[in-house]
């Protein structure tokens, strides 16, 4: 699968046109989900039939479970959890014998931890957000038929991996952390206030603060400046 494929019909008077998919999306901001919504939802046209949205990880798993959509499109970073704790709750759905509810990563992450951690949790693929919405659809429809779909810079990160009798590298910084910290770390890398970090978690500003002083701390660094160059040189930007 190659994000800049002309291969498939999807614009019009393609075989896809008269099949359906139905879909839910799962991303913390709003006006990216109604971007979504807006190129790949018209279902005459592209036979995808959103069925529903979430913003954080409680919401997704009530939403994949009461709907149970063929594709769930997840994006990586999500309050309360991630990706990975969407798929882990969702692991029932996707292990049924008949109609398995199937996930196709969407996210601006590109790191390779972030595709690994999908992947190993049960997401049968993993698309950038630069994709196209023609080719979008069409990553969609493959993996509701089982395929695997990715990036193409992104596959070599999957192949390598799972190739590997090795042992991943472990990264003993990272390791310090709870997943929540590792949650506001990649928010104050991003330029996040500590107010809009405690409305993304739901959380109190008070508890992002404790949090950046543990991550802090666990990392012997200075100042969010100093933490923002630590987390973009291991990508977790």
């Not at 769930?72 to 882990?88: M, Q």
């Not at 506001?184 to 409305?199: Q, S, T």
Request: glycine share 8%; hydrophobic share 45%.
């Amino acid at each position: 699968m190659t994000e800049d494929a002309g291969t498939n019909e999807t614009d019009s008077g393609g075989a896809e046109e008269t099949r359906r998919v139905r879909v839910v999306l799962v991303d913390d901001h709003r006006m990216f989900r109604a971007g979504v919504q807006a190129e790949i939802g018209e279902t005459a046209r592209t036979g995808v039939e959103v069925v529903g949205e979430a913003a954080d990880v409680d919401q997704a798993v009530t939403v994949i479970t009461a709907t149970r959509p063929e594709v769930v499109l997840l994006d990586v970073h999500l309050p309360g959890g991630g990706g990975v704790e969407v798929l882990r709750r969702c692991a029932p759905l996707m292990a049924a014998a008949e109609n398995p509810v199937r996930f196709l990563a969407l996210s601006v992450s590109d790191a390779a931890e972030d595709v690994i951690g999908v992947i190993r949790g049960g997401a049968r693929g993993y698309v950038t957000k630069t994709i196209t919405g023609a080719d979008l659809v069409h990553s969609v429809f493959r993996v509701q038929d089982g395929d695997a779909v990715f990036s193409p810079r992104l596959a070599g990160f999957v192949l390598d991996a799972f190739a590997s009798t090795d042992a991943p590298p472990v990264d003993e910084d990272m390791d310090r952390l709870t997943q929540r910290e590792r949650e506001v770390l990649r928010l104050i890398a991003r330029g996040y206030a500590y107010k809009e970090i405690a409305k993304q978690l739901f959380i109190s500003v008070k508890t992002v603060e404790s949090h950046v002083s543990a991550v802090l701390r666990k990392l012997q660094l200075s100042n969010r400046h100093e933490l923002t160059r630590w987390a973009t040189a291991r990508r977790l930007v």
